[in-house]
């Protein structure tokens, strides 16, 4: 089990369309670590994708801090994952792991589509239970043209995500 070292003011919540614009910023200083300051063209350029994508999803659920400020979200269109990230600050204490445990066991996600090039995030699901279901296909992935890989979740019941 992780342990969150921050102070957060509940678990994981619904996060209301008037407030999906401020996950933006919480999707940019993801990007925007992950990347480390290259490639900053293509991370503004990627916004506006991720901005449509936002006005476009059937659910959005965060962990906002004491203050009320969102620190992770995971974005979800019908069954697929869409988006699903946490600032800098906040990762390695289980939070993602927790988004993806409340999209797989109460919203009833049960894919996502990553670039192949992302070898971090292809383990982070693989870890907790996804596995790639057939060859690699061509797509756009935040409004890029993209090699992308389909991984689908493998139902376990009464199996958490974390033990895996």
């Not at 792991?97 to 192949?116: H, N």
């Given at each position: 089990?992780?342990?969150?070292?921050?102070?957060?003011?509940?678990?994981?919540?619904?996060?209301?369309?008037?407030?999906?614009?401020?996950?933006?910023?919480?999707?940019?200083?993801?990007?925007?670590?992950?990347?480390?300051?290259?490639?900053?063209?293509?991370?503004?350029?990627?916004?506006?994708?991720?901005?449509?994508?936002?006005?476009?999803?059937?659910?959005?659920?965060?962990?906002?801090?004491?203050?009320?400020?969102?620190?992770?979200?995971?974005?979800?269109?019908?069954a697929q994952v869409v988006l699903l990230d946490v600032l800098p600050d906040y990762r390695n204490q289980g939070l993602g792991t927790a988004l993806l445990?409340?999209?797989?066991?109460?919203?009833?996600?049960?894919?996502?589509?990553?670039?192949?090039?992302?070898?971090?995030?292809?383990?982070?699901?693989?870890?907790?239970?996804f596995r790639r279901v057939g060859p690699s296909f061509q797509g756009l992935f935040r409004g890029r043209p993209q090699t992308l890989l389909r991984l689908?979740?493998?139902?376990?019941?009464?199996?958490?995500?974390?033990?895996?």
């Amino acid at each position: 089990m992780f342990a969150v070292t921050h102070t957060l003011a509940s678990p994981i919540r619904p996060v209301p369309a008037s407030e999906h614009a401020e996950l933006v910023h919480v999707w940019e200083k993801s990007e925007f670590e992950l990347l480390s300051g290259h490639g900053m063209a293509a991370l503004y350029g990627c916004a506006h994708a991720v901005r449509r994508q936002l006005l476009e999803v059937s659910s959005v659920q965060a962990y906002y801090t004491a203050r009320g400020r969102p620190v992770a979200f995971v974005a979800l269109a019908e069954a697929q994952v869409v988006l699903l990230d946490v600032l800098p600050d906040y990762r390695n204490q289980g939070l993602g792991t927790a988004l993806l445990e409340c999209a797989v066991g109460r919203l009833q996600a049960s894919f996502v589509e990553l670039p192949e090039a992302w070898p971090a995030a292809l383990a982070f699901y693989r870890g907790r239970g996804f596995r790639r279901v057939g060859p690699s296909f061509q797509g756009l992935f935040r409004g890029r043209p993209q090699t992308l890989l389909r991984l689908e979740h493998t139902h376990e019941p009464g199996r958490s995500l974390r033990s895996r």
